[in-house]
């Protein structure tokens, strides 16, 4: 899992926070990132960048 759930309940403040909220971030996470390094593969980096985003 990429997500700490720690991390999501102190920015989270006062709401509370499903126990599946962070499986579902961790999964688009996870596709945000394939997808970034998709793009770095198609413009011939093999260095993800934040414009890769």
Not at 8 to 31: H, M, P, R, S, Y
Request: hydrophobic share 40%.
């Amino acid at each position: 899992m990429i997500v700490v759930k720690a991390k999501i309940k102190e920015l989270t403040g006062e709401c509370n926070v499903a126990g599946d909220f962070a499986e579902a971030l961790d999964k688009k996470t996870t596709q945000l990132v394939k997808d970034a390094c998709d793009r770095a593969k198609a413009n011939n980096r093999r260095t993800v960048m934040a414009k890769d985003i």
